[in-house]
């Protein structure tokens, strides 16, 4: 018999967590040989839903839940699920139903049957988005796939199962800036990818906006790859280069010419460009050394308020 960890971060998820929760049990009743767990982690929500979990765990003991002493964000309350989860597998899922329970069954049985150590899910359609943010969403994986040695495939959704030994893997990842798509991709194994078409959520509102889309795609940038440092040294070269030609060219033309003061235009130019630059590349430097500062702090990366997890 073997035993499923369903982890499902919820941030203000009062409407949507019983459906889920009904559907879920439903579709995990049909998988055959199979016990489960519920790993509900309230990530500081102001809604109700604690209370929720709360009744739930009251009527079924399978449900665990961990509430946050506040908000979190959804990397940390994934981790907190991942942490405490115990099963042999473990299913990551959003409360909101954009991840199909019916999936599960067919999980299971890709990874006990076909060797896989993980199976994810990725969306080929972006369904019910702003036109603009799947403009950027696509122009990010692009860029990602050049600039990062770690691969993170376009529309992979967070909607995953897991064997333990993956699990463990990821849990010892123990970073504080934490993005899991590079770091799910980072510790390897043999991966299934399963399509499906993008669909709405159920209840309640996304609490993603366009601006805390674009921060956390530089946290992604930042935390898997080095590239705009590089970047910043090779503008660093070339502009000494430039410089070096108009000094001789320059100095050249004073000589030959004599020095009629001129030129104004050139030389406000140059001077704003410069500074541009320059605030740009300490621009890069500094996001490297914020990370690098909150990651020697060595914070936890969650703080429990509640929980009917015993230790
Ligand atoms: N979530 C969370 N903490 C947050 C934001 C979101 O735990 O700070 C949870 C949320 O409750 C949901 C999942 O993460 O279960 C995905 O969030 P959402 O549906 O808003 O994102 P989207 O599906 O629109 O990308
Ligand atoms: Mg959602």
Not at 174 to 179: A, K, W
Not at 188 to 204: D, H, P, Q
Not at 249 to 272: A, E, M, N, Q, R
Request: aromatic residues 12%.
């Amino acid at each position: 018999m073997k035993k499923i960890s369903v982890v499902v971060p919820c941030y203000n998820e009062q409407e949507a967590l019983p459906i889920f929760y009904t559907e879920t049990t439903k579709e995990l009743n049909k998988i055959e040989n199979v016990t489960w767990e519920f790993v509900l982690v309230d990530d500081g929500s102001r809604d109700a839903t604690l209370e929720v979990m709360q009744k739930l765990a009251e009527k079924d003991e399978k449900v665990k839940y961990i509430s946050f002493s506040r908000n979190f964000g959804k990397e940390s309350a994934m981790f907190a699920g991942l942490e405490n989860s115990t099963g042999d597998y473990v299913v990551l899922m959003d409360a909101d139903m954009q991840d199909p329970p019916s999936l599960l069954g067919r999980m299971v049985h890709e990874i006990e049957t076909n060797d896989y150590d993980c199976v994810g899910t990725r969306r080929v359609t972006r369904k019910g988005e702003p036109p603009v943010r799947s403009f950027f969403a696509r122009a990010f994986y692009k860029l990602m796939s050049k600039i990062s040695k770690t691969e993170i495939v376009d529309g992979a959704r967070d909607f995953r199962m897991m064997t333990r030994q993956m699990v463990d893997a990821v849990v010892s990842m123990c970073e504080y800036n934490r993005f899991s798509k590079g770091i799910l991709s980072w510790v390897g194994f043999k991966t299934l990818w399963l399509e499906y078409e993008n669909i709405e959520r159920v209840a309640g509102n996304t609490k993603w906006n366009f601006w805390g889309l674009l921060l956390y795609s530089i946290d992604g940038i930042v935390a898997f790859s080095t590239a705009p440092l590089v970047l910043s040294s090779f503008l660093g070269i070339i502009i000494c280069i430039v410089a070096f030609c108009m000094m001789a060219y320059f100095v050249i033309k004073t000589l030959l010419f004599g020095d009629p003061v001129s030129g104004f235009p050139t030389l406000i130019s140059v001077i704003l460009m410069l500074g541009g630059l320059q605030l740009l590349c300490i621009g890069i430097l500094g996001q490297y050394l914020s990370k690098t500062y909150l990651e020697t702090k060595n914070r936890p990366i969650y703080i429990t308020r509640k929980t009917n997890i015993e230790k």
